[in-house]
T-cell receptor, first 112, second 113 residues
Framework: KAGVTQTPRYLIKTRGQQVTLSCSPI?????VSWYQQTPGQGLQFLFEYFSETQRNKGNFPGRFSGRQFSNSRSEMNVSTLELGDSALYLCASSLSYGDIQYFGAGTRLSVL | GNSVTQMEGPVTLSEEAFLTINCTYT??????LFWYVQYPGEGLQLLLK?????DKGSNKGFEATYRKETTSFHLEKGSVQVSDSAVYFC????????????FGKGTMLLVSP
C-alpha cells in the first residue's frame, strides 16, 4: 500500500509570493492533518480535515489555508509569503479523526 | 493547555549502549501517547504508541510505558545501533475525537560504532 505522498518535495519562493502544497493520503484514509516544522518552534499543528470539512485549526494567521477534496487529497496554500514561513511542511493521514497518523516525507519550503 | 517536554539532546552513545530518552506531558484530558522517529531528510515514522495507563508500547527493540501517576512516557532501548541515529519525538493526542498531535521539541540521538 502506498504511503502518504507530498508534492513537491522542495520549493523555493520569494517574499510576497503564494504557494500551494499537495498531499495524497494513504488509500482509504479520510482524515488529513498538516504540520509545520521549524528549528525554532518545532512541530506545530496547522489544520485537520475530514470528509472535505476543516475540523480543527492551529494558531496560524489567515495567510495559511487549506482544503480537502472528495477523494481525500488535500492542499494547503500560503499567501503573501514571509521569510519566517520557511519550514518543512508535513502532511499526515489517518483512517478517521483521532486514529494513528502516518506522515509523508514533507515539502521543504524556502522563502528568499 | 497540552504540552510535551523531552530531554534536550543530542544524546551521544556508543553502539550497544542502553538508551533512555525522557518524556513528560501535561494534558487537559486523557491522552494517547506516541513516539515518532525522524531520519535525516525524511518525514516522521510512528515508532510505538500507548493508549491507556500502564500500557507498554514496543517496536524494533524500543519500549515505553504509559505512567499516568508521573505523567511520563520514557523511551528505552537495551542496545542501540548506529542505524538508530535519528531525532525522536514524543507526542500526545487527546482522546477527544480530534487529530491534533502535540509534539515535544525532539531529541537527537547519535550512535557511534
Amino acid at each position: 500500500k502506498a504511503g502518504v505522498t507530498q508534492t513537491p518535495r522542495y520549493l523555493i519562493k520569494t517574499r510576497g509570493q503564494q504557494v500551494t502544497l499537495s498531499c495524497s493520503p494513504i488509500s482509504g484514509h479520510r482524515s488529513v492533518s498538516w504540520y509545520q516544522q521549524t528549528p525554532g518552534q518545532g512541530l506545530q499543528f496547522l489544520f485537520e480535515y475530514f470528509s472535505e470539512t476543516q475540523r480543527n485549526k492551529g494558531n496560524f494567521p489567515g495567510r495559511f489555508s487549506g482544503r480537502q477534496f472528495s477523494n481525500s487529497r488535500s492542499e494547503m496554500n500560503v499567501s503573501t509569503l514571509e521569510l519566517g514561513d520557511s519550514a518543512l511542511y508535513l502532511c499526515a493521514s489517518s483512517l478517521s479523526y483521532g486514529d494513528i497518523q502516518y506522515f509523508g516525507a514533507g515539502t521543504r519550503l524556502s522563502v528568499l | 493547555g497540552n504540552s510535551v517536554t523531552q530531554m534536550e539532546g543530542p544524546v551521544t552513545l556508543s553502539e550497544e549502549a542502553f538508551l533512555t530518552i525522557n518524556c513528560t506531558y501535561t494534558a487537559t484530558g486523557y491522552p494517547s501517547l506516541f513516539w515518532y522517529v525522524q531520519y535525516p531528510g525524511e518525514g516522521l515514522q510512528l515508532l510505538l504508541k500507548a493508549t491507556k495507563a500502564d500500557d507498554k508500547g514496543s517496536n524494533k527493540g524500543f519500549e515505553a510505558t504509559y505512567r499516568k501517576e508521573t505523567t511520563s512516557f520514557h523511551l528505552e532501548k537495551g542496545s542501540v545501533q548506529v542505524s538508530d541515529s535519528a531525532v525522536y519525538f514524543c507526542a500526545l493526542i487527546l482522546n477527544s475525537g480530534y487529530s491534533t498531535l502535540t509534539f515535544g521539541k525532539g531529541t537527537m540521538l547519535l550512535v557511534s560504532p
